[in-house]
C-alpha cells in the first residue's frame, strides 16, 4: 500500500507554454500532497502544500501564479508551471500524506521538465 | 523554521565496513526524522525512521540514533554493499507537519 503516482515522468516543452503535472494517491485517501522541486545534485525544496477543497500553501519566494496548484479530490493534485522558462527545468517530485496522518510522505516517482 | 544540516557531502568507505551519516536540526518541536535513499533519478525511497518518543531504532543493517537534547540524528548502516552507494538525505518533521531536508550525502561503497 501507498502508492504514489505522478504523470507524466518526462516533459519536453517550449519557452512561454504551460505544463501540467499530476499526482496521484493509488490506494490510500490524501487530504495533504506536497509539491518538491529537486534541482542537479541539489535536495528536495518544498514549493508547496496542496490541501484537498482548499488553497494550497506556498513557501517563500515560490510565485503562486506561476505554479498553479489544484487538489480537487482526496487522491488527485495538480501542479501546473504556467509560462515556463528554461530555468524553470527541473525535476519535480510530489508526496502525499494518509488522511489523518501526521508525518509520513510517500513520494512520486518524480516528473522531469525540460523547458527548451 | 526548521533548519537541518547534514554532513559532509560524501563519503567513501570499503565494502563491508560501516558508515554513519550525522544530521543535525534547529526546531525542538520536530518530532520525526526520516531517512532516505535517492538513486539517480528516481524518487527519493525511505529506509528509515524515527519518532521523537524513542532514541534508537534498527532494522537488519540500518538504524538510527536520535539525540533530542543535543537535535542530532545519525543514520547508521553496517557491511556495506556496493548497491548501497547513493545519495542519503535526512529530514526533519517540524511543529508545521512540514519536512525539511538536508543537503544530502553522496555514500560511495567501493567494491
Known amino acids: 500500500g501507498a502508492v504514489v503516482s505522478q504523470h507524466p515522468s518526462r516533459v519536453i516543452c517550449k519557452s512561454g507554454t504551460s505544463v501540467k503535472i499530476e499526482c496521484r494517491s493509488l490506494d490510500f485517501q490524501a487530504t495533504t500532497m506536497f509539491w518538491y522541486r529537486q534541482f542537479p545534485k541539489q535536495s528536495l525544496m518544498l514549493m508547496a502544500t496542496s490541501n484537498e477543497g482548499s488553497k494550497a500553501t506556498y513557501e517563500q519566494g515560490v510565485e503562486k501564479d506561476k505554479f498553479l496548484i489544484n487538489h480537487a479530490s482526496l487522491t488527485l493534485s495538480t501542479l501546473t508551471v504556467t509560462s515556463a522558462h528554461p530555468e524553470d527545468s527541473s525535476f519535480y517530485i510530489c508526496?502525499?500524506?494518509?488522511?489523518?496522518?501526521?508525518?509520513?510522505?510517500?513520494f512520486g516517482p518524480g516528473t522531469r521538465l525540460t523547458v527548451l | 523554521g526548521e533548519n537541518v544540516e547534514q554532513h559532509p557531502s560524501t563519503l567513501s568507505v570499503q565494502e563491508g565496513d560501516s558508515a554513519v551519516i550525522k544530521c543535525t536540526y534547529s526546531?525542538?518541536?520536530?518530532?520525526?526524522f526520516p531517512w532516505y535513499k535517492q538513486e539517480l533519478g528516481k524518487r527519493p525511497q525511505l529506509i528509515i525512521d524515527?519518532?521523537?518518543?524513542?532514541g534508537e531504532k534498527k532494522d537488519q543493517r540500518i538504524a538510527v540514533t536520535l539525540n533530542k537534547t543535543a537535535k542530532h540524528f545519525s543514520l547508521h548502516i553496517t557491511e556495506t554493499q556496493p548497491e548501497d552507494s547513493a545519495v542519503y538525505f535526512c529530514?526533519?518533521?517540524?511543529?508545521?507537519?512540514?519536512?525539511?531536508f538536508g543537503k544530502g550525502i553522496t555514500l560511495s561503497v567501493r567494491p
Open positions: 526546531d525542538s518541536a520536530s518530532n520525526y
Open positions: 524515527i519518532r521523537s518518543n524513542v
Open positions: 529530514a526533519a518533521n517540524g511543529a508545521n507537519s512540514k519536512l525539511t
Open positions: 508526496s502525499a500524506r494518509r488522511s489523518g496522518a501526521k508525518a509520513e510522505q510517500f
